[in-house]
């Protein structure tokens, strides 16, 4: 294993030029799922990697869990450790898997109590709630519903309407709530993959202004309709709920759907800023699952080997 074990801890910062550029020069739904992917890989391998180091660092320490074989003087000399890095593992593994299952478990049980809030209400595609908040998010969950507060629809004109729904049912048809938390988990996982998960909270909302702009045929309306209900609304339950007015850089929201509508890219061209940082993380995640597959093969074959069946 060797020094591949400790890449995938660092390799992450290989996706932070992707991160800004895709947000600006890719269109919306592309680069979600790149940077989605993106983070999701590196997360895994990250964490993966820190329990290989628990596991190898803390091999040759009294009370370890692992097979007698490991005491074995050709295992220990097969198999690299490092007691400091192995023992200060431990508690970072920890602290990742308790952020992670917060994360989570928040995310159940916000969409868990939202749902319940609705469950006396006819069943109906859209919820609109009669409360002196302004607010409109997306609740998934079977096919989905758009929650809204009257105090929010009031205050916005019938197109306005027209595409504060459109800009919800895409977020809905889009699943964006699993991008939003795939990146919120990655973040947890490595605080490396933070601007990864500022990127895919804006690129989502772009990727559902441009849908509602294509449903409704008017990119102005929605772009007035966004900035009415920024300066109104307070947003959604929990961040990995997209809602209409999510906070962040809405006059770039705004600006860009006054622009021309971006051109559908699966991949950008190789020789510009963009298609360079793109090539940089794709290799850099590239790279950090190969580590961490090399790392944990050998692993495993050293531990079959020390081990008796």
């Known amino acids: 294993m060797g020094v591949f074990v400790f890449l995938p801890l660092v390799l992450p910062l290989s996706a932070w030029p992707v991160a ?33 180091l628990v596991v190898v660092g803390t091999a ?89 507060s009257t105090s929010l ?40 993959l933070r601007p990864l998960r500022t990127a895919v909270a804006y690129t989502a909302e772009r990727w559902a202004d441009e849908d509602a702009a294509a449903a409704t045929g008017n990119r102005r309306v929605v772009a007035r309709a966004i900035g009415k209900a920024a300066l109104l609304s307070r947003g959604a339950p929990a961040a990995t709920l997209a809602h209409f007015a999510a906070p962040g850089p809405v006059p770039r929201r705004v600006a860009a759907l006054l622009g021309p509508a971006p051109a559908a890219r699966v991949w950008p061209p190789a020789f510009t800023a963009v298609g360079l940082a793109a090539w940089g993380a794709a290799a850099g995640t590239t790279v950090s699952a190969l580590s961490s ?5 050998t692993l495993f074959f050293v531990l079959k080997a020390a081990t008796p069946l």
């Open 293 to 297: 597959a090399n790392s944990a093969v």
């Open 153 to 192: 629809l009031d205050c916005l004109e019938p197109a306005e309407r027209r595409a504060l729904f459109a800009h919800e049912r895409a977020h809905l048809a889009g699943s964006h709530h699993r991008f939003l938390l795939t990146v919120r988990l990655a973040a947890r996982a490595s605080p490396f």
């Open 60 to 148: 040759q320490l009294p009370g370890n869990p692992l097979p007698d074989g490991w005491s074995d003087p050709a295992v220990r000399e097969a198999v690299p450790y490092d007691e400091v890095a192995g023992t200060a593992a431990i508690p970072l593994l920890a602290a990742v898997l308790v952020a992670c299952s917060a994360a989570a478990w928040h995310h159940h049980r916000v969409r868990r109590d939202a749902a319940r809030a609705l469950a006396g209400l006819r069943r109906t595609s859209v919820a609109v709630l009669p409360d002196a908040v302004p607010y409109a998010y997306a609740l998934p969950g079977g096919r989905g519903r758009i929650v809204a």
């Open 20 to 52: 800004r550029l895709a947000a600006h020069r890719l269109h919306p739904r592309t680069a979600t799922w790149l940077l989605s992917g993106v983070a999701a890989v590196l997360a895994l391998c990250s964490t993966l990697c820190l329990a290989l």
